[in-house]
């Protein structure tokens, strides 16, 4: 099943999964994400936005593009999401978006009520990893600093994870009670949840995730 990937503006990571591309997925950038795109190796199937922030304008218009007004409602991250999920169903990965401004942030947030949470949202700070069920990560080393928290402004969640130093088991979470800097004590995580999805939350260190999903 095919996906998009979501670049949008703000903090992207400096590297990101091999993998994470596969036949099918179709490619957008949501203004500068498209620097970050191409910085990142990806070739662009659309790129659409208001274009106020991107340094590659001449290369846009040498693609697909769609291009909007700098006076519109919504964000050129709604436009990006709202057409993946037109081309490639309601599975996307979002890169981009960490950092900087708090109410573009939350901006970003709120969208994943409407459209849903992404899979993956990569940033230059975090990876955050969907789950709505259970997953197991396989992490490279103990000690690894995770955190929780709902996949959704409006999100909650109840969740199992024991491997860790403050273990949670039956644990009510929503952005009120929000897991923040735990700490794994294996090499494996089992994450298990009940009643909403939620992100776990794993820091990037030296430009790279450390953890591998």
């Known amino acids: 099943?095919?996906?998009s990937i979501i670049f949008t503006g703000a903090k992207s990571p400096k590297s990101l999964p091999k993998n994470l591309y596969e036949n099918g997925d179709i490619v957008i950038a949501a203004d500068s994400g498209f620097d970050a795109a191409k910085k990142l190796g990806f070739t662009v199937d659309l790129a659409i936005g208001d274009f106020d922030s991107t340094r590659y304008l001449k290369e846009i218009k040498e693609i697909?593009?769609?291009q909007h007004s700098t006076?519109?409602?919504?964000?050129d991250t709604f436009l990006a999401i709202e057409r993946g999920i037109e081309m490639a169903g309601d599975t996307y990965v979002l890169v981009g978006g960490g950092g900087r401004r708090l109410d573009h942030l939350l901006a970003?947030?709120?969208l994943f009520d409407r459209?849903?949470?992404p899979s993956a949202w990569y940033t230059a700070y975090e990876t955050c990893?969907?789950?709505?069920?259970?997953?197991?990560?396989?992490?490279?080393?103990k000690d690894m600093?995770?955190?929780f928290f709902p996949a959704s402004l409006s999100g909650s969640a109840v969740v199992d994870a024991l491997q860790l130093k403050w273990p949670l088991l039956d644990y009510p979470l929503s952005f009120a009670t929000i897991s923040l800097s735990n700490c794994t004590t294996s090499t494996f995580l089992d994450v298990k949840v009940r009643g909403g999805s939620i992100f776990v939350s794993f820091p990037v260190a030296g430009g790279r995730a450390k953890m591998i999903p």
Not at 71 to 75: A, F, I, Q, R, V
Not at 129 to 141: C, H, I, K, Y
């Open 71 to 75: 006076e519109k409602d919504e964000s």
């Open 145 to 147: 600093t995770v955190s």
């Open 129 to 141: 990893f969907l789950v709505s069920d259970a997953r197991r990560f396989d992490t490279p080393e």
């Open 1 to 3: 099943m095919s996906k």
């Open 108 to 110: 970003t947030y709120s």
């Open 64 to 66: 697909r593009f769609e």
């Open 115 to 117: 459209f849903g949470p």
